[in-house]
């Protein structure tokens, strides 16, 4: 008999997951709810509520055959077999361990729902990040009371990069599953390693406890953004010795104890993972007493924000001190290429403060243009936002690249450098574009980690 899977929660991790899985296992019901009306719809049209390459024709694939969106929660925890929990977890604005700690008010609530709403056994499985032994807190919810339904907790974190989360779906380096070492977590287990199996070999599928599975996450996120913060320090120091950062990260990534992967230079690393992750480990190292290594790790998100502000002041000293006035066309909001997400992206720290350098913005992105009008709508009347990069730089006296999409590779530069104020500048940060070619072309050119290239 084919098992009915449930998702509750329709984002950037539900919707890509389930729909791979149905397409995967074709003998499996998957059903995934959200609160969100507009959102479900949005699954269920041609203008999906995200933007994911491959992630349409996944989607469309199995759309009504075994794959259904609705907004039935309370059915769809009744009729399901196993229940990915995928609601989001985002940092406490509020109260206790405000600006660190995760918030997880909605994840308590979907844990409510499940216990309201089961008839019979349930798999549960952890999809959102969640702090270190959350699942043990879900498990006092979950039997609590009169105990005539058993859960079997799961925690199988994602790795997911946005912008290849098909890909990453579809070929990943490891799935992890943490479950309990009993006759009845081994089961689960089991089951849900067959779920994966049906196309990622069994080497692949990582079996650990919950609670190292729950730390693994964190873990893996604070190590990436660590070598991104890593170079991007190495980088302020390059343009002081007038070394190449970029030939720096590849003098260190050909050591094989290293790799080159993550030593990009870059204003700065984004979305909606990696400062959340890192501070909610400072917070359970705080929590634990363990301060120093809190300090550690905090500093990863201080060397960000470093970056970040470090980017606006060399705008300012080379564009004579002053901004004030100028236009400035933003190339990119998106945290990074091939995704359409914008949260905690550099766009926004760096949008702000040349705002509040009285700067004049538009912005220009192929995909994350609604997004950035959210992300500014307190702004009003000192930013604008349009989709052609030609018409976002006329009149420009800067362009400041913040994402690295193919399509600015692309662009005529000598058109656009025809078209803006002079002296032009370009202050790329994600070292994407080719700054001799720009130089020539008549830019000042200013480059993350490498000498500037300035006519001036």
Known sequence: MSKTILCIGAGYVGGPTMAMIARKCPGYRVHVVDIDADRIRAWQSDQLPIYEPGLHEVVKSCLNRNLFFSTDIARGIEEADIIFVSVNTPTKTFGQGAGMAADLQYWEKTARQIKQHSRSDKIVVEKSTLPVRTAEAMER?????????????????????????????????????????????????????????????????????????????????AFLAQRISSINSLSALCERTEADVTEVARAIGMDSRIGPKFLNASVGFGGSCFKKDILNLVYLCRHYGLTEV???????????????????????????????????????????????????????????????????????????????????????????????????????????????????????????YDSMSKPAFLFDGRNCLDHQRLFQTGFNVYPIGRKPLSHL
């Open 141 to 221: 919810i979950l039997h609590s009371g009169e105990r005539t339904v058993h859960f079997e907790v799961l925690s199988n974190p994602e790795f997911l990069a946005e912008g290849t989360a098909i890909k990453d779906l579809e070929n990943p380096d490891r799935v992890l599953i943490g479950g309990h070492s009993t006759d009845s977590g081994r089961r689960a287990v089991a089951e849900l390693v067959s779920i994966y199996a049906h196309w990622i070999s069994r080497e692949r599928i990582l079996t650990t406890n919950v609670w190292s599975s729950e730390l693994s996450k964190l873990a893996a996120n």
């Open 294 to 416: 809190a300090d550690y790790w905090e500093q990863v998100v201080r060397m960000n924000e470093y970056q970040e502000d470090r980017f606006v002041r060399q705008m300012i000293a080379s564009m004579f001190n002053t901004v004030a006035g100028k236009r400035i066309a933003v190339f990119g909001f998106a945290f990074k290429a091939d995704t359409g997400d914008t949260r905690e992206s550099p766009a926004i720290r760096v949008c702000r403060s040349l705002i509040e350098e009285r700067a004049s913005l538009v912005v220009t992105d192929p995909e994350a243009l609604d997004n950035a009008r959210r992300d500014l709508a307190d702004c009003a009347g000192k930013v604008t936002f349009d989709k052609d990069p030609y018409r976002a730089a006329e009149g420009a006296h800067a362009i400041a690249v913040m994402t690295d999409w193919s399509e600015y590779k692309k662009l005529d530069f000598q058109k656009i």
